[in-house]
């Protein structure tokens, strides 16, 4: 039998790596965890009914000092307007809300809503417009909602129109503001007016979501082509907000800050579900989180009034941080949490020393509801990204040519890391004879869900993570590991940010190139880090054969290096050159198929030798192309 587990009161604590085994005595099915999430809301709403569930900043036009806060009486009421409104709106059972919506508390309430009644959709607004209506058409949403166009004029036209080619829609609401003048082919609604008209204290249904009910479908990142869509449930969704509370991130007087966007897993259960099961306080940054300048040059003021105690984001969020003002008093704060993107050593050391508190990372994925493992306080080892949370598993395993599992990996060895627990999807969405249902295929083994990330397990169950399979640099046949290469450069005092790509080469298949922020007025070159990385890359081949320096990065919503975009730029610079000495007039524009480079080149020219010419060299090339001649209002 195992030693009891850490513990405050009846909450178990993942402090050292004994205390999971020790949790996992006792049963999952035995915890008490609430049915859904609205459950989990209605517990912590009865139980602190006046205690603060959130801080709005950033919205309303108030001071953040002063900005506006609901407490969880509050937040259930609203929730409960906003599932009552769905029903008037005719949502069907099982019936899918699409949210196009920044963060704003009415996010809050519409998405809890519709997973009280139904399915919340949150999508990322700034997703292409094609991209946005295959999601929203393969999850069937019945209702969309999107900032009105007095909050956001460009979002809610875009809504209209994206609305207009989703024959199911049964309506267009808009959050913030009325609809307008200029109403589209759907019918539009004030979702503002239209809720606060609804009741307030109760469902307006008897059916009550259960644990194995649909709760959200989120869409991951989308690095190649269309983003696939995760089901989740509500038992992932409960779970999730349970396992988190291992860690310790909600005892006591705990705050959380809240800046990733609410259609990303990390901001809805790290500072979401996973504070609101505990009773706990979020302090949202509003409809910009991390990207709105102005509060984030007062963050650690904002740290220091609200009293945060945690906080979680990306390395790209941690870099960008500012300094720590002489005189704030941040001591509340006892760690900031990182996860999602390899962290840069130099980032962590940054940060550690200006806080005064140590950096946790942890890790997860959209397909298994957000995290898998996260780093105990009290318990942290170099080069890990956490340990597995209590009733999960992690292994690597090796795989074969179809990225099927074939051995298990001993502890300590590299491969593709896999997942199985009760965090695990049931597969992407899929368009099925009978509408939209999770397919396991290809994704999911026996119960455990292939990753795609590189690592390897210790014997304690501590995770390390390599990096993305398909990040690896295959040169010539010899992987890469472009983690390595970037940690090289970062260590230049001049290099902010640095990401590497394979670049497509006609020898070698792939080639590292790197693309790096010099500090502002830096003299540095990139013949300079070319020589600095060739002297510090773990091998010669790894060594960058090309060093970019650009302005910036390009990042996802939530700030993730967006390396795809990097190999597009990659492929038209190189078709760039090649036209420069015979057709420099030329245009050439680069998207990706399937995850891959595809050029599509107009000449300016009719000369069949030049075509010819170009066709021979670029033939050598890992990619795909066309040529065709430019046409006159081109």
């Known amino acids: 039998m195992p030693p009891a587990p850490h513990t405050q009161g009846d909450r178990p604590l993942v402090l050292l790596p004994e205390d999971v085994p020790a949790i996992e005595a006792v049963p999952l099915a035995e915890r008490d965890l609430p049915a859904s999430t609205y459950d989990l809301l209605s517990r912590s709403a009865a139980a602190h009914p006046d205690r603060p569930a959130l801080h709005l900043l950033g919205e309303g036009g108030a001071p953040w000092r002063k900005a506006s806060c609901w407490t969880y009486g509050d937040l259930l009421k609203r929730v409960h307007r906003a599932a009552n409104a769905y029903l008037a709106l005719g949502l069907p059972e099982g019936g899918v809300v699409a949210l196009m919506l920044p963060n704003l508390g009415a996010t809050y309430a519409a998405l809890l809503g519709a997973q009280a009644v139904g399915v919340a959709g949150p999508v990322n607004p700034m997703l292409a417009e094609d991209h946005l209506v295959e999601i929203l058409t393969l999850t069937g949403a019945r209702l969309l909602l999107a900032p009105g166009p007095g909050l956001a004029p460009d979002l809610w036209a875009k809504a209209q129109r994206i609305a207009a080619r989703l024959p199911a829609l049964r309506a267009l609401l808009s959050v913030g503001s009325p609809p307008g003048p200029r109403p589209g082919t759907t019918e539009e609604i004030d979702f503002d007016a239209?809720?606060?008209?609804?009741?307030?204290?109760?469902?307006?249904?008897?059916?009550?979501?259960?644990?194995?009910?649909?709760?959200?479908?989120?869409?991951?990142?989308?690095?190649?082509?269309?983003?696939?869509?995760?089901?989740?449930?509500?038992?992932?969704?409960?779970?999730?907000?349970?396992?988190?509370?291992?860690?310790?991130?909600?005892?006591?007087?705990?705050?959380?800050?809240?800046?990733?966007?609410?259609?990303?897993?990390?901001?809805?259960?790290?500072?979401g579900l996973g504070p609101f099961l505990h009773g706990r306080t979020v302090v949202s940054l509003g409809p910009l989180g991390y990207r709105d300048k102005t509060l984030v040059a007062d963050f650690w003021h904002i740290i220091e009034h609200y009293r945060v105690t945690s906080f979680s984001g990306v390395p790209t969020v941690y870099a960008s941080l500012p300094p720590v003002p002489e005189g704030a008093d941040i001591s509340s704060l006892r760690a900031g949490a990182v996860g999602a993107a390899p962290?840069?050593?130099?980032?962590?050391?940054?940060?550690?020393?200006?806080?005064?508190?140590?950096?946790?990372?942890?890790?997860?994925?959209?397909?298994?509801?957000?995290?898998?493992?996260?780093?105990?306080?009290?318990?942290?080892?170099?080069?890990?990204?956490?340990?597995?949370?209590?009733?999960?598993?992690?292994?690597?395993?090796?795989?074969?040519?179809?990225?099927?599992?074939?051995?298990?990996?001993?502890?300590?060895?590299?491969?593709?890391?896999?997942?199985?627990?009760?965090?695990?999807?049931?597969?992407?969405?899929?368009?099925?004879?009978?509408?939209?249902?999770?397919?396991?295929?290809?994704?999911?083994?026996?119960g455990w869900l292939l990753t795609g990330d590189l690592g390897h397990v210790d014997a304690d169950g501590y995770v390390y993570l390599t990096g993305r399979a398909k990040d690896v640099i295959i040169r010539g046949g010899h992987n890469i590991d472009p983690g390595l290469v970037e940690e090289s450069l970062l260590a230049h005092p001049d290099v902010r940010a640095a990401a590497v790509i394979g670049a497509p080469d006609p020898r070698a298949g792939e080639v590292p190139v790197a693309y790096v922020v010099l500090a502002a007025g830096s003299p540095t070159s990139a013949d300079d880090l070319r020589a600095w990385a060739h002297a510090r890359a773990p091998e010669p081949a790894a060594a960058p054969r090309t060093v970019h320096l650009v302005e910036n990065l390009p990042t996802t919503a939530i700030g993730k290096i967006y390396k795809p975009a990097l190999l597009q730029d990659s492929v038209h610079r190189l078709i760039t050159d090649a036209l420069s000495g015979t057709d420099p007039a030329g245009r050439v524009h680069v998207e990706l198929r399937d995850g891959r480079p595809h050029a599509i080149i107009r000449l300016s020219g009719h000369d069949a030798t030049a075509r010819t010419a170009l066709a021979a060299d670029l033939d050598r090339y890992p990619f795909t192309y066309e040529i065709a001649a430019r046409t006159t209002d081109e």
């Open 343 to 446: 962290l840069p050593g130099k980032v962590r050391s940054a940060f550690e020393a200006a806080a005064k508190v140590p950096m946790l990372e942890g890790y997860g994925l959209t397909e298994a509801t957000c995290a898998t493992a996260a780093t105990p306080a009290f318990a942290p080892r170099d080069g890990s990204v956490g340990l597995r949370l209590p009733y999960q598993n992690i292994k690597a395993v090796t795989v074969d040519d179809h990225e099927r599992p074939t051995a298990d990996c001993p502890p300590g060895r590299t491969g593709v890391l896999a997942v199985k627990g009760p965090s695990v999807f049931p597969g992407y969405l899929r368009q099925g004879p009978h509408g939209a249902v999770p397919d396991p295929e290809g994704k999911i083994f026996d």
């Open 194 to 271: 239209f809720t606060r008209d609804r009741a307030a204290d109760r469902l307006d249904t008897a059916r009550r979501p259960g644990p194995d009910d649909m709760a959200a479908y989120f869409h991951t990142g989308g690095t190649t082509g269309v983003p696939k869509v995760a089901p989740h449930t509500h038992a992932m969704e409960v779970y999730m907000a349970w396992a988190l509370g291992c860690s310790g991130a909600y005892l006591d007087d705990a705050v959380s800050l809240s800046g990733l966007p609410l259609f990303h897993v990390n901001a809805l259960h790290v500072t």
